[in-house]
């Protein structure tokens, strides 16, 4: 299949459908060696960080890659199980559950899988796998239901890179966001209604999406639009009024201004407001 290695490729291959499901990545194991390769490949995507790379590579290698990983460690530790991340573990049982769903409907022929991102599974390895299965015709659908430049685009420019070594590349439908697909909407709106059934409603229903910097919205990113639309879409399908859900950003990093209302911000807030 690729330009140098051995051949696997064989012209009586059967032509087949593939829907690769990606996600962001997460480390091998909660150890700070494996979480400084993993910040090492996410934190260095120029999608990721938008600043001038002898800048940041100075700052990345200099200061954070000594002192993040073995804080990120701890913390990954509390969440690992004896499957892995919860990230790995979810995101490979909706791969199975949708090519099991696929095969009840007659569509057995599609071959189902998931990479990610950063780490591994890894894009190319997937990709390749797939090839190797008689895949002419994929389909991508990054997890990401808003689009950002940091997480689709950066899904987008890995499946471009992976395809730059191929002989035969394949007919492609990349999904780059379905922030306001209705089934989404109804999907997640439903997972609410259960909660709630089971542990009853709160004062306040918060959306918390993950920040991106301001000064990328500023320069085109869809990002925040599109997550309001989202957290809009599922409040009304609710029946909640404006001043029964709030719409935050969390996970920040470094200095500059990210999105806002920042979400443990607003959660001291609460309170006060005798939510």
Request: glycine letters at 6%.
């Amino acid at each position: 299949m690729k330009y140098n290695g051995s051949p696997t490729f064989t012209h009586q291959q059967e032509d087949r459908i593939g829907v690769l499901i990606t996600n962001l990545g997460t480390p091998d194991a909660p150890t700070p060696k494996a979480l400084h390769l993993c910040l090492k490949e996410f934190l260095w995507d120029p999608r990721v960080v938008e600043v001038p790379r002898l800048i940041w590579w100075l700052a990345l290698n200099g200061v954070i890659l000594r002192i993040r990983p073995r804080r990120s460690a701890k913390a990954y530790a509390t969440v690992f199980t004896d499957e892995g991340s919860p990230l790995l573990f979810h995101t490979r049982n909706q791969s199975k559950a949708l090519q099991a769903l696929l095969a009840e409907q007659g569509q057995g022929n599609v071959v189902v899988d998931f990479a990610m991102r950063y780490g591994n599974p890894s894009i190319p390895s997937v990709l390749e796998s797939m090839f190797n299965k008689g895949v002419r015709k994929l389909l991508v659908l990054p997890l990401y239901p808003q689009y950002s430049g940091s997480t689709a685009a950066s899904t987008f420019d890995a499946i471009a890179k992976d395809f730059t070594t191929r002989r035969w590349i394949p007919d492609l439908r990349f999904v780059s966001h379905y922030h306001d697909y209705t089934p989404f909407i109804d999907a997640a709106a439903r997972r609410i209604e259960e909660h709630w059934q089971t542990h009853g409603r709160a004062d306040k229903l918060m959306f918390s999406f993950h920040g991106i910097p301001m000064r990328y919205l500023h320069n085109g990113d869809p990002y925040h639009c599109e997550c309001h639309k989202s957290a809009r879409l599922i409040a009304e399908k609710l029946g909640l009024g404006k001043d029964e859900y709030v719409t935050t950003f969390q996970s920040r990093f470094g200095r500059e201004e990210w999105l806002k209302p920042y979400t443990d911000a607003t959660l001291k807030a609460f309170p006060a407001q005798g939510v």
